[in-house]
């Protein structure tokens, strides 16, 4: 908690202490209302605000501690203070086994578990009769006292003032600990989070125990002041009111809950001369609150307190070779003989290789190859059929991912991953804990000085140069790439699993990026990179793996791979096809319907497309071609509208439609296939066709379906059968009859080869070019460049979001272009 909190609770404590003691009998009862709310807040507090789980069943711990303290007290002659733990203790047991199904869901089936909870609770409490007093519930439940002396209601106003300060302190204590960094990672990405050793079932049933103590402890004391209990005392609509207490405070916020409970609990009091209208009117204000104010009002007041991050840059303070190199060094991974199936296909067939430490180890193939599978496997994202995994003598498969990062293998991600509302330190400081964080350090801020020295010197190491204190979510794309880094360096890791760090980088960062990656493996860590972009793996791998369809097509050197013609027809696609080019003679008619000038496109802080220049003419098959991160697919959703580009112009038929909506541009006549086909599995084949004429006034589309149907005969087979049950081959066709029907001016494909087998991207290809001889307008995106190049009429290629060569297909063909933006160049390889 900072100085100004300090100050401020101080000062509102004392304020507090005057009205208690100046407070009619009535007054003291609301104030200690107001108090316990409070305490139910900060539980809830740490379940939504640091953990980012809703609970509605917050009532239902409530009446477990009431209840627990007036049978006690009243049947059984406990005194209040050893009954007031006991009550603590079973609320805490009660939330932790609530977590233990609760956190098996997401979202609003979480919220639906946790109010069935409150109503067995309540129901419970109505139908043992003979524990709770059931519907005539429980009285005379003495108030609290020491020795012979008895509290009134000015004594347990006091009481609940000092627990209600005792409770925020507290929490702001858990905030800073290692605990509530933990439940904020968890939160933030729980993905990332089991990366660095967190177990996110024990962080959450931790937060669900915390949570539900506060609660019990509040109904605790709430028996024992109002002095009878019934099940009506604890109506499901508390826990509305309780979970309105931390969002209008603000969730997260220390002080969230206390500014929460004054106003949901005083207002209708100074709204009760309305009687009948009080209930709206306090609703409409709520929703006022919540609308303008989102993050709480404590964080509307406190925005202009708050100052941007001016720290100063890292600097190394700790020996960052001899921390890297000192964890079990000489560790061979190894994988043997992976085998993982998703619905039938194997995504990982029979794949073994050896990853050396002092080495790259770099991973590579195209699209659909299952490069990120493998890593999932070695991560313990995903549990191999077949085969082990072995981190010199541990056999790591099958172990959950936390523990496997325990055992010494961290990674990053395609997408980076960090805790974005934590900031760059406390992201490299929650992984130097390894996921260990140890029941004595629940509220013990985590600020050791030797790590905070080390976490400043793995920043300095991996090259960042921005504030330590600068929200991890406000980085630049590249600076997020190297946090990611330092943070995975942070578990102190016998292997590396880089999955695409140059994605998004330009050629200078990745350049950088390169330096890092070789420095980071000659200190002795296992490095196994996957990567698209080609020039990088080139020059950094000592070996280079390639996998295509599952299976392992390659394994050497990168001269050798680069050279194996395997590889190249891996990346290239057979030329052979049964597509016919276009006949001798036969032209496109002629006339521009697609023109795209200096496009850019982006996301985030990441450039993915730069000043793209081309144009499709009336009746031509264009192929777009580049290596996996090129930027095509994205070029495909900046077309189409799915993704808004930064700056440019797009026109169809003369008429700008880049700032146009997706469905306008569709309705314009341009119509996407999108990678992965993306049908509506639960519609049948002919309603997928007919949706694809949702923007056109057809008043009968019989025919226009049934054409379908004959140019696509397997889909006229199943015309009845759910697209979800549809086979792979089956679902392009269905994709495609569905984008045809729409009569696109532009008919827009990507990746319509992608996970097909070989003879059905014959059939496909056959398909494509008799659209071609019909007169349809093609914009194709293809990973089998020889097949696209065999049916195109002209052809672009991009490399790194820019396109590097362009022109009639048979030129690109022959141009050694099309092969290096591909598989890189072998200038600068690693020894």
């Given at each position: 908690m900072?100085?100004?909190?300090?100050?401020?609770?101080?000062?509102?404590?004392?304020?507090?202490?005057?009205?208690?003691?100046n407070a009619?009998?009535?007054?003291?009862?609301?104030?200690?209302?107001?108090?316990?709310?409070?305490?139910?807040?900060?539980?809830?507090?740490?379940?939504?605000?640091?953990?980012?789980q809703?609970?509605?069943?917050q009532?239902?711990?409530?009446?477990?501690?009431?209840?627990?303290?007036?049978?006690?007290t009243?049947?059984?002659?406990?005194?209040?203070?050893?009954?007031?733990l006991?009550?603590a203790?079973?609320?805490?047991?009660?939330?932790?086994?609530?977590?233990i199904?609760?956190?098996?869901v997401r979202?609003?089936?979480?919220?639906?578990?946790?109010i069935?909870?409150?109503?067995?609770?309540?129901?419970?409490?109505a139908?043992?009769?003979?524990?709770t007093?059931?519907?005539?519930?429980?009285?005379?439940?003495p108030?609290?006292?020491?020795?012979?002396?008895s509290?009134?209601?000015?004594?347990i106003?006091?009481?609940v003032?000092?627990?209600?300060?005792?409770?925020?302190?507290?929490?702001?204590?858990?905030?800073?600990?290692?605990?509530g960094?933990?439940?904020?990672?968890?939160?933030?990405?729980?993905?990332?989070?089991?990366?660095?050793?967190?177990?996110?079932?024990l962080?959450?049933?931790?937060a669900?125990?915390?949570?539900?103590?506060?609660?019990?402890?509040?109904?605790?004391v709430?028996?024992?002041?109002?002095?009878?209990?019934?099940?009506?005392s604890?109506?499901?609509?508390?826990?509305?009111l309780?979970?309105?207490?931390?969002?209008?405070?603000?969730?997260?916020?220390?002080?969230?809950?206390?500014v929460?409970a004054?106003?949901?609990?005083?207002?209708p009091?100074?709204?009760?001369?309305?009687?009948?209208?009080?209930?709206?009117?306090?609703?409409?204000?709520?929703?006022?609150?919540l609308?303008?104010?989102?993050?709480?009002?404590?964080?509307?007041?406190?925005?202009?307190?708050?100052?941007?991050?001016?720290?100063?840059?890292?600097?190394?303070?700790?020996?960052?070779?001899e921390?890297?190199?000192?964890?079990?060094?000489?560790?061979?991974?190894?994988?043997?003989?992976?085998?993982?199936?998703?619905?039938?296909?194997?995504?990982v067939?029979?794949?073994s290789?050896?990853?050396?430490?002092?080495?790259?180890?770099?991973v590579?193939?195209p699209?659909?190859?299952?490069?990120?599978?493998?890593l999932n496997?070695?991560?313990?994202f995903?549990?191999?059929?077949q085969?082990?995994?072995?981190?010199g003598?541990?056999?790591?498969?099958?172990?959950a991912?936390?523990?496997v990062?325990?055992?010494g293998?961290?990674?990053?991600?395609?997408?980076?991953?960090?805790?974005?509302?934590?900031?760059?330190?406390?992201?490299?400081?929650?992984?130097?804990?390894?996921?260990?964080?140890?029941?004595?350090?629940l509220?013990r801020?985590?600020?050791?000085?030797?790590?905070?020295?080390?976490?400043e010197?793995?920043?300095?190491?991996?090259g960042?140069?921005?504030?330590?204190?600068?929200?991890?979510?406000?980085?630049?794309?590249v600076?997020?790439?190297?946090?990611?880094?330092a943070?995975?360096?942070?578990?102190?890791?016998?292997?590396?699993?880089?999955?695409?760090?140059?994605?998004?980088?330009?050629?200078a960062?990745?350049?950088?990026?390169?330096?890092?990656?070789?420095?980071?493996?000659?200190?002795?860590?296992?490095?196994?990179?996957?990567?698209?972009?080609?020039?990088?793996?080139?020059?950094?791998?000592?070996?280079v793996?390639?996998?295509?369809?599952?299976r392992?097509?390659a394994?050497?050197?990168?001269?050798?791979?680069?050279?194996d013609?395997?590889?190249v027809?891996?990346?290239?696609?057979?030329?052979?096809?049964?597509?016919?080019?276009?006949p001798?003679?036969?032209?496109?008619t002629?006339?521009?319907?697609?023109?795209?000038s200096?496009?850019?496109?982006a996301?985030?802080?990441?450039?993915?497309l730069?000043?793209?220049?081309?144009?499709?003419d009336?009746?031509?098959?264009?192929?777009?071609?580049g290596?996996?991160?090129?930027?095509?697919?994205?070029?495909?959703?900046a077309l189409?509208?799915?993704?808004?580009?930064v700056?440019?112009?797009?026109?169809?038929?003369?008429?700008?439609?880049?700032?146009?909506?997706?469905?306008?541009?569709?309705?314009?006549?341009?119509?996407?296939?999108?990678e992965?086909?993306?049908?509506?599995?639960e519609?049948?084949?002919?309603?997928?066709?007919?949706?694809?004429?949702?923007?056109?006034?057809?008043?009968?589309?019989?025919?226009?379906?049934?054409?379908?149907?004959?140019?696509?005969?397997?889909?006229?087979?199943?015309?009845r059968?759910?697209?979800?049950?549809?086979s792979?081959?089956?679902?392009?066709?269905?994709?495609?009859?569905?984008?045809l029907?729409?009569?696109?001016?532009?008919?827009?494909?990507?990746?319509?080869?992608?996970?097909?087998?070989?003879?059905?991207?014959?059939?496909?290809?056959?398909?494509?070019?008799?659209?071609?001889?019909?007169?349809?307008?093609?914009?194709?995106?293809?990973?089998m460049?020889?097949?696209?190049?065999?049916?195109?009429?002209?052809?672009?290629?991009?490399?790194s979001?820019?396109?590097?060569?362009?022109g009639?297909?048979?030129?690109?063909?022959?141009?050694?272009?099309?092969?290096?933006?591909?598989?890189?160049?072998?200038?600068?390889?690693?020894?």
């Amino acid at each position: 908690m900072s100085l100004r909190a300090l100050l401020l609770s101080a000062a509102v404590t004392a304020l507090l202490v005057v009205a208690i003691f100046n407070a009619n009998g009535y007054e003291l009862y609301v104030l200690s209302l107001v108090g316990l709310t409070a305490i139910v807040g900060i539980g809830l507090n740490v379940l939504l605000g640091l953990t980012g789980q809703i609970s509605l069943g917050q009532v239902g711990f409530y009446a477990i501690g009431a209840y627990t303290v007036g049978i006690l007290t009243t049947n059984h002659g406990v005194s209040f203070w050893p009954a007031l733990l006991l009550a603590a203790v079973v609320a805490a047991i009660a939330g932790v086994a609530l977590s233990i199904p609760a956190l098996r869901v997401r979202g609003p089936y979480l919220a639906m578990v946790t109010i069935a909870f409150a109503f067995v609770i309540e129901q419970s409490a109505a139908e043992w009769r003979g524990l709770t007093g059931g519907w005539n519930g429980l009285m005379g439940i003495p108030t609290p006292g020491l020795a012979e002396f008895s509290f009134a209601e000015r004594e347990i106003a006091l009481l609940v003032l000092f627990l209600t300060a005792a409770m925020t302190y507290l929490y702001a204590r858990l905030s800073r600990s290692p605990w509530g960094k933990a439940m904020r990672a968890i939160r933030d990405s729980e993905v990332a989070g089991q990366s660095i050793g967190l177990n996110p079932m024990l962080v959450r049933t931790m937060a669900f125990a915390l949570s539900a103590l506060t609660a019990g402890v509040a109904g605790g004391v709430f028996a024992s002041m109002s002095g009878f209990i019934s099940p009506e005392s604890f109506p499901f609509f508390e826990s509305i009111l309780f979970l309105l207490v931390v969002m209008i405070g603000g969730a997260e916020r220390v002080l969230g809950p206390l500014v929460g409970a004054v106003i949901v609990v005083l207002l209708p009091e100074f709204l009760s001369a309305l009687a009948e209208y009080r209930l709206l009117l306090v609703g409409a204000l709520l929703l006022v609150v919540l609308r303008l104010a989102p993050g709480g009002i404590v964080g509307l007041l406190a925005r202009p307190f708050e100052k941007p991050a001016a720290g100063t840059s890292p600097q190394s303070k700790r020996d960052i070779v001899e921390f890297l190199s000192s964890r079990r060094g000489g560790q061979t991974l190894s994988a043997s003989r992976l085998r993982i199936a998703f619905g039938g296909v194997r995504a990982v067939d029979d794949v073994s290789f050896d990853a050396r430490p002092g080495e790259v180890t770099s991973v590579i193939g195209p699209n659909g190859a299952g490069k990120t599978t493998v890593l999932n496997l070695i991560g313990g994202f995903y549990d191999p059929e077949q085969g082990s995994i072995r981190l010199g003598d541990r056999d790591v498969a099958r172990l959950a991912s936390h523990k496997v990062a325990r055992a010494g293998i961290a990674r990053t991600y395609q997408t980076t991953q960090l805790f974005e509302h934590m900031s760059v330190l406390d992201n490299v400081m929650i992984g130097l804990r390894q996921g260990r964080l140890g029941a004595g350090s629940l509220v013990r801020p985590d600020e050791r000085p030797a790590d905070l020295d080390l976490a400043e010197s793995l920043l300095a190491f991996v090259g960042y140069d921005g504030a330590l204190d600068q929200s991890a979510g406000a980085l630049a794309h590249v600076d997020k790439r190297l946090v990611e880094i330092a943070r995975a360096l942070a578990t102190h890791p016998s292997a590396l699993l880089l999955d695409e760090p140059a994605a998004g980088l330009n050629a200078a960062d990745t350049a950088r990026l390169g330096e890092l990656v070789r420095q980071m493996a000659e200190l002795g860590l296992v490095v196994i990179l996957v990567e698209h972009d080609m020039r990088l793996v080139m020059s950094v791998s000592d070996r280079v793996v390639v996998l295509d369809a599952g299976r392992k097509i390659a394994d050497g050197t990168a001269a050798e791979v680069r050279a194996d013609p395997v590889v190249v027809n891996a990346y290239l696609g057979e030329e052979q096809s049964s597509a016919k080019p276009r006949p001798a003679g036969s032209t496109a008619t002629g006339g521009e319907v697609l023109s795209v000038s200096d496009l850019r496109a982006a996301y985030g802080a990441a450039p993915v497309l730069t000043d793209i220049d081309l144009h499709v003419d009336n009746g031509e098959l264009v192929a777009v071609l580049g290596a996996n991160g090129a930027g095509k697919s994205t070029l495909m959703r900046a077309l189409s509208g799915l993704h808004r580009p930064v700056q440019g112009r797009v026109c169809l038929l003369g008429r700008e439609i880049q700032n146009y909506a997706a469905h306008r541009i569709a309705d314009a006549g341009v119509v996407l296939v999108p990678e992965g086909r993306q049908v509506f599995p639960e519609l049948s084949v002919v309603d997928n066709i007919r949706l694809g004429a949702f923007c056109r006034s057809a008043p009968d589309l019989g025919n226009e379906v049934e054409a379908m149907l004959e140019r696509f005969p397997r889909l006229r087979e199943r015309r009845r059968q759910r697209a979800g049950l549809l086979s792979g081959g089956e679902q392009q066709m269905l994709a495609l009859a569905r984008g045809l029907i729409a009569r696109p001016k532009l008919l827009m494909l990507d990746e319509p080869s992608l996970g097909l087998a070989p003879h059905l991207i014959q059939e496909l290809y056959a398909t494509l070019a008799e659209l071609r001889d019909e007169g349809m307008t093609i914009l194709l995106v293809d990973q089998m460049a020889g097949l696209a190049l065999g049916v195109a009429d002209r052809a672009f290629v991009l490399e790194s979001g820019a396109i590097v060569h362009g022109g009639p297909a048979a030129e690109i063909r022959d141009q050694q272009g099309l092969e290096k933006a591909y598989l890189g160049e072998l200038h600068g390889t690693a020894p």
